[in-house]
């Protein structure tokens, strides 16, 4: 995808933050031909450049989302893959993963190029699909993983829903082991949560609302991770919840296996507390925790155990969350509010440095999913975003460039704004 | 949350514009609540069963779900007092439907009514429809969430037979993971200074229950020696299908409230049923019909009750009640 012609560009005077190469100090960053030519010192910039001024900003690897949900086909009220695309580089992402839990889902090749090609139009992040792990996602039968990597697909996962079958699971991390690519499971145990709409505990028993236990999601989960040491396959683990979840992922790292994971802005942050009030812009699945869960998955990223944030963007469109809670479908709008979010869950509180946040939002995604992006190393392609991480802006959904605005944090103000977003060497988004 | 502002003003606490449920109340309006409901007590046994206190006054009763004794004992209330009514029922979620509760909620307030009474199988339904129209939402029953009137009248028989709710003991047995009544009692009781338990299977009762501030006995044994009332919920045959209890049968053997049970306590302690009954599973008919059941004034109280509720949030005082009843129209 690096096809960008167009002139040098020259990002001068910001400070340059990649914890892929241990950089933090003021440099400059030169990009020809939509790749990393140079970091380093008062750089010179060839004939015919574009300078962009950088002093005062954080310059960055772009962010990596190994978790979106961009609505199409299907559901183009919602998002698009093109404005999925845009609200991702608005929120500093240049890379994003599409999940495959479209109408019809993404389960066999074409399906795959149709994502890619309505991203290459798009020229906002880049979009890489994920395919169906089984067909039509029904958690029977494997698709071509052969055939949906030669298209173009970087995982397989059935994603908005577990793959139950403990066979065809292992048979899946069996079989994807010939491409080298993950399959990312949402861990659910359908049979626990049980048409649950929020987590179980006594703000769900007051509201009268149906729970989601813990054990829910750990118990599948621990599963995946025995399945993982049987097969050696590459598990990734969808928006890690529980605290629960957080010991069997230590296990997984101490025994070495290769199992990873994420975990959402949102459950960094957020409890069920803001549940209450029927507040549907709060129904999320897995759903918000309570205090000692947060905790547990915060530090399990300031750790390493959990590798990397992902947003698990999912747009709705407001008259469908305007409904009694029961009937409300789950998911929180994360590409634009990611950053800031992250910054007032980990950064503010002095939890990690700035630093390590690059590296849990960019350069961890790249270093685990193999990617060649989430670095600034020169040949690496110019993904770059230019951040402003003291300046305060408040959250208003009618200003997001995705075409949803379904957020429980609507009206807070959130530190750290992005101010540019360059794909392949090309800004893709500005903003003053 | 339920706008209930409870302003101490010269003519006792006021309830907000909508009854949602107990939980954000305060003692001194469920208080008034009970207070207003003793002078309307007397209307039903009138030969003339009819004041014009909401006279001129439009209410929809809007029942999504099935309901008889309820949406009834609501009509008879209304009626009571002169309103003009309306029954809507509507089978099914609003989704089902295809009509949103929000285009509902803003028919209703186009054709410019004064009260809705709501009955609905989502918890939270109440909260959603009294925050998008102006009128005055009470609420009939809302999923799993509350009933607030059921425990009104609750807490009023319950007053009437011990002469006090504060200090007293009252355990809920049954269903309590999906009873509404359980929710609007537990919090109702508590508000008015009650001890409050619950007793049943573990399977049917809530996660963090104890949060609430309840004790929760396994046995029933244990809780009727503990109690001084017993409110014992139907058991829905439907829990069984679902596999929460594995037979009447045993439910009956385990968890029934029956004559022996109540005997060895070796002194009387109140029954409450908010109906209806399955007699021989969760209550035996010679508890029911026995000395210490005060199931049927229930019955009676409720009307009492919601003639205070419909009058209270039309704007009434506590201390007029008495004069406005007397027919001064």
Redesign the interface.
């Known amino acids: 995808m690096t096809h960008s012609s167009g002139r040098p560009v020259l990002i001068r005077g910001g400070r340059v933050t990649d914890p892929s190469q241990d950089l933090d100090e003021n440099a400059d960053v030169l990009v020809v031909a939509g790749r990393v030519e140079a970091v380093g010192p008062r750089l010179s910039a060839p004939d015919e450049s574009d300078i962009i001024d950088a002093t005062g900003l954080v310059v960055a690897p772009g962010f990596i989302d190994v978790h979106v949900h961009l609505r199409e086909p299907g559901d183009e009220h919602k998002e698009t893959i093109a404005t999925g695309a845009h609200a991702a580089v608005a929120g500093g992402f240049t890379q994003v993963w599409a999940m495959p839990n479209t109408d019809p889902p993404v389960d066999n090749p074409a399906a795959v190029g149709f994502v890619i090609a309505a991203a290459e139009r798009a020229r906002g992040a880049k979009v890489r699909p994920i395919g169906a792990a089984s067909v039509g996602q029904n958690g029977e039968r494997m698709t071509e993983v052969g055939e949906l990597v030669s298209a173009g697909a970087v995982a397989v996962s059935d994603d908005g829903h577990p793959v139950l079958d403990s066979g065809l699971m292992r048979r899946i991390l069996e079989y994807t082991q010939t491409f080298g690519i993950p399959m990312i499971q949402h861990s659910e145990d359908p049979a626990l949560s049980a048409g649950g709409v929020m987590n179980?505990?006594?703000?769900?028993?007051?509201?009268?609302?149906?729970?989601i236990?813990n054990a829910a999601e750990a118990a599948m989960l621990a599963r995946d991770v025995l399945l993982s040491e049987v097969t050696g396959g590459h598990l990734h683990v969808c928006h890690v919840s529980t605290r629960q979840s957080v010991e069997f992922l230590r296990m997984a790292r101490a025994a070495g296996l290769r199992v990873s994971s994420e975990v959402t802005p949102h459950h960094l942050l957020l409890t069920e507390e803001l549940v209450?009030?029927?507040n549907t812009e709060a129904k999320v699945n897995p759903p918000l925790r309570i205090e000692a869960d947060v905790t547990a998955v915060r530090e399990a990223l300031v750790e390493g155990v959990i590798d990397m944030i992902a947003t698990d963007h999912a747009p709705h469109h407001y008259?469908e969350k305007?409904?009694?809670?029961?009937?409300a479908p789950f998911g929180i709008n994360g590409l634009e509010t990611a950053f800031g979010l992250c910054l007032k869950a980990l950064v503010e509180p002095g939890h990690m440095s700035l630093s390590m946040l690059i590296d849990r939002m960019s350069c961890a995604p790249a270093r685990v999913m193999s990617l060649e992006e989430g670095t600034l190393r020169a040949g690496a392609p110019a993904d770059i975003v230019l951040l402003v991480p003291d300046e305060a802006w408040t959250v208003d959904p009618a200003r997001f460039v995705s075409r949803s605005g379904n957020t429980p944090i609507a009206g807070w103000e959130l530190p750290g704004k992005v101010r540019r977003t360059l794909v392949d060497g090309e800004t893709r988004f500005t903003t003053s | 949350?339920t706008p209930a502002t409870a302003e101490p003003s010269e003519s006792g606490p006021r309830l907000g514009k909508d009854l949602i449920g107990l939980?954000n109340l305060e003692a001194s309006q469920i208080q008034a609540i009970l207070d207003t409901a003793e002078p309307f007590k007397e209307i039903s046994e009138r030969a003339i069963k009819k004041v014009p206190v909401l006279r001129g006054k439009t209410i929809v009763n809007l029942f999504f779900e099935p309901s008889t004794r309820t949406r009834i004992s609501f009509e008879f209330a209304e009626k009571r007092l002169g309103a003009d009514t309306v029954n809507i029922s509507a089978s099914g979620?609003?989704?089902q439907k295809g009509e949103?509760?929000?285009d509902t909620a803003r028919n209703l307030e186009a054709m410019r009514i004064d009260m809705v009474v709501v009955r609905?199988?989502?918890?939270?339904?109440a909260?959603?429809l009294a925050e998008r129209i102006p009128s005055n939402v009470i609420n009939a029953g809302?999923?799993?969430?509350?009933h607030p009137t059921q425990a009104l009248l609750d807490l009023l028989t319950l007053r009437d037979t011990l002469g006090k709710i504060s200090g007293t003991k009252v355990c809920i047995v049954g269903d309590i993971r999906h009873s509404?009544v359980a929710?609007s009692n537990i919090f109702g009781l508590l508000h008015m200074g009650a001890e409050v338990a619950v007793c049943g299977p573990r399977s049917l009762i809530?996660?963090?229950?104890e949060?609430?501030g309840v004790r929760c006995f396994g046995r029933v044994e244990e809780a009727i020696e503990w109690s001084d009332a017993l409110n014992i919920l139907r058991l829905q045959l439907e829990r069984m299908k679902t596999g929460f209890v594995p037979s009447l049968r045993e439910y009956n053997r385990v968890f029934g409230v029956t004559r022996a049970r109540l005997d060895a306590a070796g002194r009387p302690i109140v029954i409450l049923h908010p109906g209806p009954m399955n007699r021989g599973v969760e209550i035996d008919s010679d508890v029911a019909d026995g000395p210490e059941s005060v199931i049927l004034p229930q019955v009676t109280n409720g009307v009492a009750i919601r003639m205070a509720v419909l009058y209270l949030l039309a704007g009434g005082h506590p201390e007029h009640a008495e004069a406005a009843k007397g027919g001064a129209a």
């Open positions: 179980e505990g006594s703000v769900a028993t007051a509201l009268g609302l149906r729970g236990p209450r009030g029927y008259e305007e409904r009694e809670f029961d009937d | 949350m939980e979620s609003s989704v949103t509760l929000v609905h199988g989502s918890s939270g339904a909260q959603f809302d999923g799993q969430h509350e509404r929710r809530p996660a963090g229950i949060e609430l």
